[in-house]
């Protein structure tokens, strides 16, 4: 842990002798333990504060003189309590200005006012804050060194924020733009609030609707190379692309893991895995893709995030990848692991309420906010089991609402168990959702019975989508042969009768995991026919890097 910063005590006088003095004074004193910080007006006061609270940084005691231009220390007293409302304040005045004194106590909630002189300060100065301290001390003032989010609870950047930060392992703290404490940090960055959300970095930046680079750069990831030229480019952070990492990595080879938003993939947003082998008590997505992403690193792969892949080229023995910003990175090979996406859901009014209300995934992000409320929940394979499961433990209920008959023919029978043994969970088959509504966030629900075709409403503030899974291949159109769904085709799924599949131009068939593209592989949900499950992706990412050694051996 690093180690805890020292509280502050900041003076201000606008009499630079006496604001020395008053500085020498208390460091002398406390400035061991305590920092000091010293201004010479009230506007140069509440600068250096607005600073130190998006810093995370805590202030113990306000210590103002009461005459002062432009702003008195009343006046500043009165501001700083919006930045520092836990903060001891402390007026210094001279003997005729008392009654100022009597009036701050009402104005300010002021907790002393001392006359100057201060001479001798073992005396007249340091028993006073002492006293202050000792006060001040009795509350707990632990500084917030998280990446700070302010935002408004039905905003969807600040919902797709929040999620790139958490599956992106990134700690921070989420204050509503509704609370004291948020408005104060939006005050304290100089944002209306009119765009949101504030994001303010561990090092005290504020950055305004940041886009997710933007973003990824300040809270300290990975966006650029290292180099320009690798052994192989793995594109996708979920189960196959880490385990492709971690695998490329160990065994010698310069890999780079390229990952559009954050590594894990669909696995990374579940709640509890409970079939992966190695973990009879379960592991959440999250742990589990935090550990591969750290067993990658140590081996020395390198993690890009918020790059967009848009293209694939073959250039003589070299692919070349590039990206949405017009970068690109060469490598020997390449290995396809973006694996799939939840689809969208079909139903009137779900695009302009996604993200204040209906959600894809997202269940552990906005777990906070579903406590006693009713849940919804469109899906019936196992990442909708999983996520009704865990949502469950604080939701006054969960309804999942299945298209199909049952539940059996998609869902793992562990998790169909798991599900009639909780009293807060219903599911509802044959069910589709045909239309959602609200003013500005989720109100309502239109659900269709598909039997009857019969139709009803139910109040809903929040819906979860985990609807089947659509491959993001577009941008492999015209370079990757793919089946009609999207899947990439790869080994003898290329040429099902036999023989060398058309277009291929060297004089072997393709190794189990190449696509129509030599050099190039596929690995985990990507891969046309997979199994979709989180250990076969892994092993197929495993695979991927023993074929890769193979045609690397047949450059040579």
């Known amino acids: ?129 002492d006293a202050q301290l000792d006060a001040w001390a009795t509350a707990d003032h632990r500084p917030v060194v998280e990446t700070k989010v302010v935002g408004h609870r039905w905003s969807a950047r600040s919902a797709d924020v929040r999620e790139f930060l958490a599956r992106n392992q990134v700690p921070y703290r989420w204050y509503s733009v509704e609370t004291p404490e948020g408005r104060r940090l939006l005050d304290a960055a100089g944002a209306d609030g009119r765009e949101l959300p504030l994001v303010v970095s561990p090092d005290g930046t504020p950055l305004v609707a940041p886009a997710d680079a933007q973003l990824a750069e300040h809270v300290g990831l990975a966006t650029a190379p290292g180099r320009d030229f690798y052994d192989v480019v793995v594109i996708g952070g979920g189960p196959a692309g880490l385990g492709a990492a971690v695998y490329g990595a160990s065994e010698g080879l310069r890999t780079v893991l390229v990952e559009r938003t954050a590594t894990g993939g669909q696995a990374g947003q579940s709640s509890r ?122 939701a006054r209920s969960v309804t999942l609402l299945v298209r199909g008959k049952t539940l059996e023919t998609s869902m793992s029978y562990y998790l169909i168990q798991q599900l009639g043994q909780s009293d807060n969970i219903h599911v509802r088959t044959c069910t589709e959702v045909s239309g959602v509504h609200g003013e500005g ?16 409403t139910a109040s809903a503030e929040y819906l979860f989508v985990f609807i089947g899974a659509a491959p993001r291949t577009d941008w492999l159109d015209g370079t990757v042969a793919r089946d009609e769904r999207g899947f990439v085709l790869a080994g003898p799924d290329l040429a099902p009768g036999g023989g060398l599949p058309p277009g291929w131009l060297l004089d072997r068939p393709p190794l189990h995991l190449e696509t129509s593209v030599p050099g190039v592989f596929a690995a985990g949900d990507v891969r046309a026919e997979s199994a979709k499950r989180v250990a076969s992706a892994v092993g197929e990412g495993a695979m991927a890097v023993l074929l890769v050694h193979r045609y690397l051996e047949g450059l040579a």
């Open 273 to 394: 895995i409970e079939n992966y082998l190695g973990f009879p008590d379960g592991v959440s997505g999250g742990q589990l893709t935090d550990r591969a992403r750290r067993q990658a690193v140590r081996f020395g792969a390198e993690l890009l995030t918020t790059r967009d892949v848009v293209g694939l080229e073959a250039n003589g023995s070299a692919r070349t990848v590039r990206f949405a910003d017009g970068g690109s990175i060469d490598a020997h090979t390449v290995i396809l692991a973006t694996g799939v996406t939840y689809r969208q859901l079909p139903a009137s009014g779900c695009d302009e309420l996604t993200g204040r209300g209906v959600y894809y995934g997202s269940a552990l992000t906005q777990a906070d906010g579903c406590r006693e409320k009713d849940v919804y929940i469109v899906g019936g394979a196992n990442s909708a089991g999983q996520a009704a499961a865990y949502l469950a433990r604080t």
């Open 441 to 456: 966030h989720l109100e309502g629900l239109t659900l269709r019975d598909a039997a009857t075709g019969e139709s009803e």
């Open 1 to 129: 842990m690093p180690p805890r910063p020292r509280s502050a005590i900041l003076t201000v006088d606008d009499d630079p002798s006496v604001s020395r003095a008053v500085a020498r004074d208390l460091r002398r004193r406390y400035g061991e333990t305590h920092r000091i910080v010293r201004a010479e007006s009230g506007e140069q006061a509440l600068a250096a504060l607005r600073e130190m609270k998006l810093r995370g940084e805590v202030v113990a005691i306000l210590l103002a003189d009461y005459r002062m231009p432009q702003m008195s220390g009343l006046e500043f007293l009165e501001a700083a309590m919006d930045l520092y409302p836990a903060a001891r304040r402390v007026l210094l005045t001279a003997y005729a200005d008392t009654g100022a004194a009597i009036e701050a106590i009402n104005v300010v909630d002021l907790d002393y006012y001392m006359l100057k002189p201060w001479d001798p300060p073992e005396e007249k100065l340091y028993p006073v804050i």
